[in-house]
C-alpha cells in the first residue's frame, strides 16, 4: 500500500482553519490540503440542495488532489451534505474514500461537560435551522436539552476583520443572552462555527462564569487520532512528510491575508 496520500480538510471560507490548527498541532506528522470555497461562502444562509452540490464538488476536487480522507471543517457543511455524501455518492462512486463531518465527534461528548444537563448551541443560521445539534446529541445523551441560537452577524464581523473591535460587543452579547434568556440552567455552550473561536475574548466578557464554553477544534482533532487508530487500512495510505497545501475557489491575495488570521501564521495559497 502507497502511503502517498494527503488528508483534506474543507471548510466553505475561513473558519476551517481553527480545526486545521488543531489537527496538525495533535497529528503534524501527516499531509495536508485545505480547501476554502470562499467565492462561493458564506454556506450560511444557502438551502439543503446548495450547500449539498458545493461541498460535493469540492470534495470530490479534493479526492482528484489525492485525498482518500476528507474533513468537513464546516458546520454548515456537515449539517446540510454529509449525510447525502456518506450514503448516496460514496458507496456508488467513491466506496474506498472517507468523509467525515465536526458534528457528530461534538455530539459523542458534549455531555461529559453538563451537570444540568441542559446545553447551548451557537451556529449559523443554516446549522440551527438543520436541528443537526440536537438530533445528534440525543442520540448519545437523550437526557441532555439542546438549545439553539443563531448568530448571523458573528461570521461577517470576524471576516471583516471586526472581532477584536468595540463594534463587535453589541452582537457578541446580544446573542449571548438571547440563548441564555431560554434556559436559566444553561452550564456548556458549544461554538457551532468553526470562526467562532476567534469570538472568545469577547465572548468571555459577558459568559457567566459558571458556564463552559466549547470550541470544536480540539475535539475533532481528538476525534480524528481515534478514527485513524481504529482505520489502519486508511492511516497506511497517508504520506508523513509535514507537508501542507492551501488553496481557495476565490481571490489568493485575500485568502491569504485573511487565513493568517485564524491560523496563527503566514501562509502562501494557491488557486483551485
Same mark, same amino acid.
Given at each position: 500500500?502507497?502511503?502517498?496520500?494527503?488528508?483534506?480538510?474543507?471548510?466553505?471560507?475561513?473558519?476551517?482553519?481553527?480545526?486545521?490548527?488543531?489537527?496538525?498541532?495533535?497529528?503534524?506528522?501527516?499531509?495536508?490540503?485545505?480547501?476554502?470555497?470562499?467565492?462561493?461562502?458564506? *454556506?450560511?444562509?444557502?438551502?439543503?440542495?446548495?450547500?449539498?452540490? *458545493?461541498?460535493?464538488?469540492?470534495?470530490?476536487?479534493?479526492?482528484?488532489?489525492?485525498?482518500?480522507?476528507?474533513? !468537513?471543517?464546516?458546520?454548515?457543511? &456537515?449539517?446540510?451534505? !454529509?449525510?447525502?455524501?456518506?450514503?448516496?455518492?460514496?458507496?456508488?462512486?467513491?466506496?474506498?474514500?472517507?468523509?467525515?463531518?465536526?458534528?457528530?465527534?461534538?455530539?459523542?461528548?458534549?455531555?461529559?461537560?453538563?451537570?444540568?444537563?441542559?446545553?447551548?448551541?451557537?451556529?449559523?443560521?443554516?446549522?440551527?435551522?438543520?436541528?443537526?445539534?440536537?438530533?445528534?446529541?440525543?442520540?448519545?445523551?437523550?437526557?441532555?436539552?439542546?438549545?439553539?441560537?443563531?448568530?448571523?452577524?458573528?461570521?461577517?464581523?470576524?471576516?471583516?476583520?471586526?472581532?477584536?473591535?468595540?463594534?463587535?460587543?453589541?452582537?457578541?452579547?446580544? *446573542?449571548?443572552?438571547?440563548? !441564555?434568556?431560554?434556559?436559566?440552567?444553561?452550564?456548556?455552550?458549544?461554538?457551532?462555527?468553526?470562526?467562532?473561536?476567534?469570538?472568545?475574548?469577547?465572548?468571555?466578557? *459577558?459568559?457567566?462564569?459558571?458556564?463552559?464554553?466549547?470550541?470544536?477544534?480540539?475535539?475533532?482533532?481528538? &476525534?480524528?487520532?481515534?478514527?485513524?487508530?481504529?482505520?489502519?487500512?486508511?492511516?497506511?495510505?497517508?504520506?508523513?512528510?509535514?507537508?501542507?497545501?492551501?488553496?481557495? &475557489?476565490?481571490?489568493?491575495?485575500?485568502?491569504?491575508?485573511?487565513? &493568517?488570521?485564524?491560523?496563527?501564521?503566514?501562509?502562501?495559497?494557491?488557486?483551485?
Amino acid at each position: 500500500m502507497n502511503n502517498q496520500f494527503s488528508i483534506g480538510v474543507f471548510d466553505s471560507g475561513f473558519g476551517g482553519l481553527t480545526v486545521f490548527k488543531s489537527i496538525t498541532e495533535k497529528l503534524p506528522q501527516y499531509d495536508y490540503i485545505y480547501l476554502g470555497d470562499n467565492a462561493r461562502s458564506p *454556506y450560511g444562509d444557502h438551502s439543503f440542495e446548495t450547500v449539498y452540490q *458545493y461541498t460535493l464538488e469540492c470534495v470530490e476536487w479534493l479526492f482528484e488532489k489525492g485525498c482518500p480522507l476528507v474533513i !468537513l471543517a464546516c458546520n454548515t457543511a &456537515s449539517a446540510k451534505a !454529509l449525510r447525502n455524501i456518506q450514503q448516496l455518492d460514496l458507496p456508488k462512486k467513491y466506496p474506498n474514500h472517507r468523509v467525515l463531518g465536526v458534528i457528530r465527534p461534538t455530539a459523542e461528548i458534549i455531555g461529559n461537560y453538563t451537570q444540568t444537563q441542559q446545553v447551548g448551541v451557537m451556529g449559523t443560521r443554516g446549522t440551527v435551522n438543520s436541528n443537526s445539534y440536537p438530533i445528534e446529541i440525543n442520540h448519545f445523551f437523550p437526557e441532555v436539552k439542546v438549545h439553539q441560537q443563531s448568530c448571523p452577524m458573528w461570521v461577517p464581523i470576524i471576516e471583516n476583520g471586526e472581532h477584536e473591535n468595540e463594534g463587535a460587543d453589541y452582537f457578541v452579547n446580544k *446573542y449571548l443572552q438571547e440563548l !441564555l434568556q431560554q434556559s436559566a440552567e444553561i452550564d456548556c455552550i458549544l461554538l457551532a462555527c468553526t470562526h467562532y473561536p476567534l469570538l472568545i475574548p469577547k465572548i468571555e466578557q *459577558y459568559l457567566p462564569k459558571n458556564i463552559q464554553l466549547l470550541a470544536q477544534g480540539d475535539i475533532v482533532a481528538n &476525534s480524528l487520532v481515534d478514527y485513524l487508530k481504529r482505520h489502519p487500512e486508511m492511516e497506511g495510505q497517508l504520506a508523513k512528510n509535514s507537508k501542507r497545501a492551501f488553496y481557495t &475557489s476565490g481571490d489568493v491575495t485575500t485568502f491569504d491575508a485573511h487565513a &493568517s488570521v485564524f491560523l496563527g501564521q503566514e501562509l502562501n495559497s494557491s488557486k483551485m
